[in-house]
């Protein structure tokens, strides 16, 4: 097993370019720093400097490396095709630039984040499924023959790949020659997927994770109550790693019974959160993943 181990804008409170309510990307950087991470993911493409000698510069500065970022489109939309291609390819082009491995791509959600408001079918009908799946296809093939970057796709709640029977079926549907997937713990254990099962099962087609955990009285009170993902995440759905499910324990099990060798990013969605949060949550996360020898 040889898990590289990295950290998120999302552990942060940020979601968005910007936003007075989310914490500055200088202290993010150091913050990143003082917990003891050296790789990063970028958050939103204009959180962090956009321009790409500005970005390596602060975060050779920090001693950090870039692991990966996300391109988040209504994928199963034909009409907005050239903006995901556009967009893919402007992102590939920056984290290829910066050492980066991953580009993760993710459905866009069917309801706003935080208002709920419905942005589209809560399924996809089968052309819409096979528009998102050749979409998902086609990216991959791009950021590997032009970029060198390997595609991984993360389920997302409130998107149309979200419960087990979808994420089975997007794995047995794409090209695993360039798709892979980013499994997120958290986001499975919304919507009730079988999270170690998936990695246990697919570990071959999974060379991302994101390390999260989900606190299963909050998501009982988010299913009875139909929030919104953004709600969800105020009410503390997402928890330390470690004082949630899936266990520490159950993770490090099926991680080391699959003898699992990729990278890793903790996630731990705070938005929004008092700025003086993350760091002492950043540090006990990091300690409890080297006391078992991750990174």
């Given at each position: 097993m040889n898990i590289q181990i990295g950290t998120a804008p999302d552990s942060w409170g940020v979601w968005f370019a910007?936003?007075?309510?989310?914490?500055p990307w200088h202290r993010y950087l150091d913050e990143v720093v003082e917990a003891g991470y050296d790789r990063i993911e970028l958050g939103p493409s204009g959180y962090l400097p956009s321009d790409a000698r500005t970005l390596q510069r602060e975060i050779e500065a920090r001693g950090l490396k870039v692991s990966a970022s996300f391109v988040m489109h209504d994928l199963e939309d034909a009409s907005i095709f050239p903006s995901i291609r556009d967009d893919t390819e402007r992102m590939a082009d920056l984290l290829a630039s910066l050492g980066a491995k991953y580009l993760v791509l993710i459905?866009?959600?069917?309801?706003?984040l935080l208002t709920g408001e419905q942005r589209g079918p809560l399924t996809l009908d089968e052309d819409s499924w096979k528009r998102l799946v050749e979409t998902a296809n086609?990216?991959?093939r791009l950021v590997k023959e032009d970029f060198g970057l390997q595609l991984t796709f993360h389920p997302h709640a409130d998107s149309h790949v979200e419960r087990q029977h979808q994420i089975e079926r997007f794995i047995a549907d794409t090209d695993p020659d360039v798709v892979g997937i980013c499994l997120d713990f958290g986001h499975c254990e919304y919507k009730r997927a079988d999270s170690i099962g998936l990695l246990r099962s697919y570990h071959e087609r999974i060379p991302y994770l994101h390390l999260k955990a989900v606190d299963p009285q909050v998501r009982d009170r988010v299913e009875a109550e139909n929030v919104p993902f953004g709600t969800a995440v105020a009410w503390g759905i997402f928890t330390e790693l470690g004082e949630g499910i899936p266990t520490l324990e159950d993770l490090m099990s099926v991680l080391r019974d699959v003898d699992y060798n990729g990278w890793a990013t903790v996630e731990q969605d705070l938005y929004p959160c008092d700025f003086d949060k993350p760091l002492p949550i950043a540090k006990r996360t990091r300690a409890r993943l080297a006391a078992e020898g991750l990174g």
């Open positions: 910007d936003d007075p309510r989310q914490t459905d866009d959600v069917y309801r706003d086609r990216m991959g």
